[in-house]
């Protein structure tokens, strides 16, 4: 049993500015600051605290229905849902640099920013990139082999590649494939430069992006993402150490590191196998939930498809989902152990809801059991407040759709990707001292 003490929400809609704060020789860290927190430009402190939390648990069911789209759509999709994003990170680019603020998702393959001139460009409040300015920036030409590796390419009047990519919103961004020089800050006072790394610049882009991000940068996989380039540099690793969202008591930030920073190791540590099914999303093998000394079979399950890499683990994504049945199954064995009156969520969002009267409740110990690998989430990430005195379950049914390991469930805990090795590791950590 864990106890769970509810101080605000005001970090729930998850959007994160990141800056680096240490590099080191073969690695580097950056730090993640949510995008409510009072150190973001896009802080409001009049905003319902709660609903950042009701916005982000109804874009996750979103999302879901973009990740799993159907494969055989004519126009290729992002999965990425761009209304306040995921995470920002600063990022440099081009010759001199220009900062730039980028929306990080695993779920995405491209890096891309908006670049003058624009034929159409969205509300930016910080300043857009112009290439011309840059002496590093080259065209890649359309019939080059990095042109045709990427989807949904085509040739410009210029012979020049031109990428395109929609979003299910009907968001868009479209313009040249380029090459620049990516740099990355750090705290020696000299910047970690990545010459000739793949950008698009977009001159064409719509939607509901908007405020300080430039763009989004992909950390999924795909031959193009951020990931992918930078896979020498780094080892192929990265990790996140993600600080419990409603943690007032502390200042600190959650952590992003890369290559030798980003090794997860020690005590506690436990490893599951990385699946691929898929060139941008990162998969994983679920075989059940137990919660007390019950239970809950997900391997098999009537809408969960094939039992290995049954899952995606995503930073973008708040909630967890599961199939309907494995959700039925779950949320029975929790109703079984927790002694509290049930309630109507309010904005009909959850269906498992109840009345906490105090600040502290013992609510039960979830584990998931990973192929190789099982992780307790405790009520920080299982159970979230929507509204005074009301707390729900962050678990919400998927049918037919897919499920997705979220970033509520990864609150303190060490995740480190290792793509050389195919594992995905976890680390019970204390996020708040990484």
């Given at each position: 049993m864990n106890t769970l003490c509810f101080l605000t929400l005001s970090l729930f809609s998850l959007c994160f500015i990141a800056s680096f704060s240490h590099a080191l020789s073969n690695g580097f860290s950056v730090e993640l600051i949510h995008r409510d927190s009072p150190k973001s430009p896009y802080y409001k402190p009049t905003e319902n605290k709660y609903q950042h939390f009701v916005d982000?648990?109804?874009?996750s069911i979103n999302r879901a229905n973009h990740f799993?789209?159907?494969?055989?759509?004519?126009?290729?999709?992002?999965?990425?849902?761009p209304d306040r994003g995921g995470y920002l990170m600063t990022y440099s680019v081009g010759t001199p640099p220009t900062k730039i603020y980028g929306i990080a998702d695993t779920g995405s393959d491209i890096v891309w920013l908006q670049c003058e001139p624009c034929e159409q460009c969205y509300n930016q409040t910080t300043p857009i990139f112009n290439p011309s300015k840059s002496s590093s920036y080259k065209n890649i030409p359309c019939l080059s082999k990095l042109c045709h590796s990427v989807r949904d390419t085509s040739c410009s009047d210029q012979n020049s590649c031109q990428y395109k990519i929609s979003y299910g919103d009907s968001s868009h961004s479209q313009g040249d494939l380029s090459v620049d020089t990516l740099s990355l800050e750090s705290t020696s006072g000299s910047p970690v430069s990545f010459p000739k790394t793949v950008i698009g610049c977009g001159t064409d882009n719509a939607g509901t992006f908007g405020g300080a991000s430039s763009g989004i940068v992909g950390l999924g996989g795909g031959p193009v993402s951020l990931i992918t380039q930078l896979g020498s540099s780094i080892g192929g690793k990265f990790s996140y150490c993600l600080v419990p969202l409603l943690n007032k008591e502390s200042n600190a930030s959650s952590i992003l590191s890369f290559g030798d920073a980003a090794v997860v190791s020690g005590d506690g540590v436990v490893s599951t196998p990385l699946i691929k099914k898929d060139p941008v999303f990162y998969f994983l093998t679920l075989q059940a939930f137990s919660v007390g000394n019950k239970r809950v079979e997900f391997g098999g399950s009537s809408e969960?498809?094939?039992?290995?890499?049954?899952?995606?683990?995503?930073?973008?994504?708040?909630l967890t989902l599961i199939p309907s049945d494995v959700y039925t199954n779950l949320e029975s064995a929790v109703v079984d152990l927790v002694k509290l009156d049930r309630v109507d969520d309010p904005n009909q969002q959850f269906s498992l809801c109840y009345s906490l009267k105090s600040n502290e409740y013992d609510f039960?110990?979830?584990?998931?059991?990973?192929?190789?690998?099982?992780?307790?989430?405790?009520?920080?990430?299982?159970?979230?407040?929507?509204?005074?005195g009301i707390v729900c379950f962050a678990f919400q049914p998927s049918p037919q759709l897919g499920s997705i390991f979220g970033n509520l469930a990864q609150q303190n805990l060490l995740v480190g990707y290792d793509l050389q090795q195919k594992t995905v590791s976890f680390k019970p950590t204390d996020c708040t001292k990484v």
């Open positions: 982000a648990a109804r874009r799993f789209k159907d494969s055989d759509t004519s126009t290729p999709e992002s999965t990425v849902i969960g498809g094939d039992d290995e890499g049954n899952i995606i683990i995503d930073s973008g994504t708040t039960p110990i979830i584990t998931a059991h990973f192929k190789g690998a099982d992780i307790e989430l405790h009520s920080i990430s299982t159970f979230v407040p929507i509204t005074d």
